[in-house]
């Protein structure tokens, strides 16, 4: 947003130089990127007279002009431009001038053999137009010609300073001349002096069907305005100024009051030729037949800025009898645009909603200042207050008559005022801090006058101020606490003094993010590296047994392969081993912990997860294999991650599983943690690896995070406990069982522990073999055991009872028998 200085100063009384006010308001939330001195552009031009224009000898496209500046002696400059002639006023750069919009410095020349002190300036040499045909003749531009040698500068406007400022997406009222004047009148304590409202204009029915009506409704508002008979013109020197000011082009009269009008309040206009829409129809224009609609596919659309686009379902268009006129809220359409011959319109006022203009901004690429409005959501009810301002321009300076108007809009109940607690402010404020260091609360007064300065209605009451915010702010005005932040960013965040909180309470990690921490360390201890992926992706994953209708989708995607929120942390990793393996490398060994979204689950979706890949050979090993990359096998990799869930000493066990898409069903195991599912590990499934062309040794795990940290911050997990040696001796039994090829060690393991109890101290599996001895469809399991009691010596007999209670147990459970 450009603001021109003086403007803003006719709208606020405040003196304070552009380098302070600049500082102010970057501090108070407008950054301030640039400060421009438009007088710079016409420094050292002054206003000339040709008192006479001769051929030049040696060139033929080329005059010598005696130009006399106010005096004593003329000048004579040799000037290129077809219109130059005797009796006209020009504005001439004077000999050390340096014009910026052409880098040029005048300087003493000669010219095909004739000297030249000076030059006479075209509109596009002070930087007033992209191009000119010819010099700028004073005589046909301005009303009355002021004495020579005088300034040309301020008759053009470029006697001002244009403060150029970052608009944050919450201000939408930054984007106009009376928002940025109250937001200074907040800051300097100046008084505001808005011009009077126009006159309002009295409004019919929109006579449209339900249908369209509906369509208009989810917008807010959607009115015209009838005009008849005006003259369409250059617009007065003021009107250009202002506009050239603000960086926007002057086209003609009725287009550059739309554009000041949208300066003035934030709200964009578009006029219609009425007559051209009456072409339209073949009979008389008729507001029964306009509409709002999406676009249609392929639907050919040329703006008035004459780029031709192809509309898509996302564009939401103005169509008049059934011809897209306008993109809503973006540009008009070539069709129904005003220029010269144009004696009758309809001025649109409209209120559209931010994401539909936005997505139909981006669905033909355009970026506009009417889009760049819309965007951030405007005040509905400021819409027709800036088409009043409109109609009174019109008929002022197009002589235009009005005719009617007629409008729609959805109804909606008033906004309540908002309870400020003075308690409430001081408390997270605090005391300000005055000239003399000493502290104190913020008087009511000042709070009263910044709150009013932006345009806010107060009544006291008990507690504080019942405070009515104005439609200008109320995007971003809507609790108690966004007035507080208010007050304390326009007093100044620096006044306020510095309480440390008390009672002073040392802070620490929770038992969680301690063990999250831990997670982390030890895994990148095992020779993981941690990644940070993109929460974003495409509609549809690649990997297999994806459901779609699990991706969340976002309501203003930028692309559509960042249009929803991932699922699973899998397919960033697999892309990256693709990745690294194609770059050279020998392996790549990596873990992402970070949220995945759910659209379908009930608990809102969002769960905190960890996913790793393990491929190929880790390159600090290679010393040990004589430099030749050796792949792990599964139980290697297991045993990676096994090493890092044992630092939080959780209870793992692994179960068979053969249903998850990802992984090769013959090497898959589901994790379980204190009894319940948590995640899987195993080796990636080959015609996944075979697609991201990675090693068959690939493995993948995914686990749930919160579950794992639930289990791992149970009382005294970590606390270390001491068991004093043994002092009696122990007795070590093997014991080798026949059972089907499906029973698990883990379970087998499980229930010898259960059966074995109290004198059972260790088991482990120290065999497993399938073959030719022993049954087809089954194998043989051997497990070591030790009992010990840990205050006399065990008898045979008690070891042969607690054996036979275990193999017991596993032949009742899974049918076992002890191996011949």
Aim: charged share 25%; proline share 6%; glycine share 8%.
């Amino acid at each position: 947003m450009r603001v021109s200085l003086q403007w803003l100063r006719e709208l606020v009384a405040c003196d304070l130089p552009a380098e302070e006010l600049a500082e102010r308001l970057s501090v108070a939330g407008f950054e301030v990127e640039e400060i421009e001195d438009l007088a710079a552009r016409a420094a050292g031009v002054v206003v000339g007279h040709v008192q006479n224009r001769e051929p030049h000898p040696n060139a033929d496209k080329l005059s010598v002009c005696t130009v006399e500046i106010g005096v004593a002696e003329p000048l004579q400059i040799v000037c290129g431009a077809k219109n130059v002639r005797a009796g006209i006023h020009v504005a001439v750069a004077t000999v050390g001038s340096y014009l910026p919009a052409v880098d040029l410095t005048i300087k003493p020349a000669e010219l095909r053999g004739v000297a030249s002190s000076g030059m006479i300036c075209s509109l596009s040499e002070l930087g007033l137009a992209d191009s000119s045909d010819g010099i700028v003749i004073l005589d046909e531009v301005l009303k009355s010609v002021p004495a020579l040698g005088a300034p040309v500068g301020p008759l053009f406007g470029l006697d001002d300073q244009v403060l150029e400022l970052a608009i944050t997406a919450n201000r939408p009222d930054g984007l106009s001349m009376q928002g940025i004047a109250r937001e200074v009148a907040a800051l300097s304590g100046g008084a505001l002096t808005l011009p009077a409202a126009a006159p309002a204009i009295e409004a019919k029915a929109l006579p449209v069907d339900a249908a369209v009506q509906e369509r208009i409704e989810s917008g807010g508002l959607f009115s015209l305005t009838a005009f008849k008979g005006l003259r369409v013109a250059p617009s007065p020197q003021w009107l250009q100024s202002r506009l050239e000011g603000a960086g926007l082009r002057p086209i003609n009269n009725v287009v550059d009051i739309t554009n000041l009008v949208m300066l003035e309040f934030g709200q964009p206009l578009h006029a219609f030729d009425a007559a051209k829409l009456a072409a339209l129809s073949g009979g008389q224009a008729d507001p029964a037949r306009l509409d709002l609609r999406s676009g249609r596919p392929a639907e050919a659309f040329k703006a008035l800025d004459a780029s031709e686009h192809s509309l898509s379902e996302e564009a939401w268009v103005v169509s008049y009898a059934d011809q897209a006129v306008a993109l809503a809220g973006v540009i008009g359409g070539d069709n129904s645009c005003v220029d010269d011959s144009t004696t009758s319109i309809w001025l649109e006022a409209a209120m559209f909603a931010p994401q539909t203009v936005r997505r139909s901004a981006r669905s033909v690429g355009l970026r506009t200042d009417a889009s760049s409005r819309f965007e951030k959501g405007l005040p509905r009810e400021v819409t027709l207050t800036a088409a009043d301002r409109a109609a009174q321009l019109l008929q002022e300076l197009c002589g235009a008559e009005l005719e009617e108007r007629w409008c729609h809009e959805r109804q909606e109940a008033a906004r309540p005022a908002l309870s400020l607690r003075s308690d409430a402010l001081h408390n997270l404020l605090g005391p300000v801090v005055d000239a003399d260091g000493q502290e104190a609360d913020l008087p009511d007064t000042e709070i009263e006058q910044i709150l009013s300065a932006l345009g806010c209605s107060l009544s006291p009451d008990d507690d504080g101020w019942q405070v009515q915010v104005p439609p200008s702010r109320a995007m971003d005005l809507q609790r108690e606490v966004d007035l507080i932040e208010e007050v304390a960013r326009l007093v100044g965040y620096d006044r306020f003094a510095s309480h440390l909180p008390d009672p002073i309470e040392p802070g620490g990690l929770s038992d969680e993010q301690q063990a999250e921490r831990r997670l982390r360390r030890m895994l990148v201890a095992a020779g993981l590296q941690e990644t940070c992926s993109l929460s974003l992706g495409p509609a549809q994953s690649e990997r297999p047994g994806a459901d779609p209708a699990k991706r969340v989708a976002l309501a203003n995607p930028l692309l559509a392969d960042y249009s929803h929120l991932r699922d699973s942390l899998v397919d960033e990793l697999l892309q990256a081993a693709q990745r690294n393996l194609q770059a050279g490398r020998n392996g790549f060994w990596a873990f992402e912990l970070g949220n995945v979204f759910d659209a379908t689950a009930k608990d809102g979706g969002q769960r905190l997860q960890l996913a790793g890949v393990i491929c190929g050979a880790r390159q600090a090993e290679l010393w040990s294999s004589s430099g030749k990359p050796r792949t792990l096998d599964y139980f290697e990799a297991r045993g990676v991650l096994q090493q890092t869930l044992e630092s939080l000493k959780l209870p793992v066990e692994d179960r068979r599983l053969s249903d998850e898409p990802l992984l090769h069903p013959g090497r898959a195991a589901q994790v379980v943690v204190e009894g319940r599912p948590a995640g899987w590990f195993g080796q990636v499934h080959p015609e996944l690896a075979e697609r991201y062309d990675l090693p068959a040794a690939t493995y993948l795990f995914q686990l749930d995070v919160p579950q794992l940290l639930g289990a791992a911050t149970r009382r005294n997990r970590w606390q270390p406990a001491f068991t004093a040696f043994a002092t009696v001796p122990a007795s070590e039994r093997d014991l080798a069982l026949v059972v089907p090829s499906s029973t698990a060690s883990g379970q087998l393991l499980q229930a010898i522990r259960k059966a074995g109890k109290p004198l059972l101290e260790q088991a482990e599996l120290v065999d497993r073999y399938e073959g030719e001895q022993v049954a087809a469809g089954s194998c043989s399991q051997a497990f070591r055991l030790r009992y010990r009691d840990p205050k006399r010596t065990l008898t045979d007999a008690e070891v042969d009872g607690a054996h036979d209670r275990i193999r017991a147990a596993l032949e009742k459970q899974f049918g076992a028998q002890l191996r011949a």
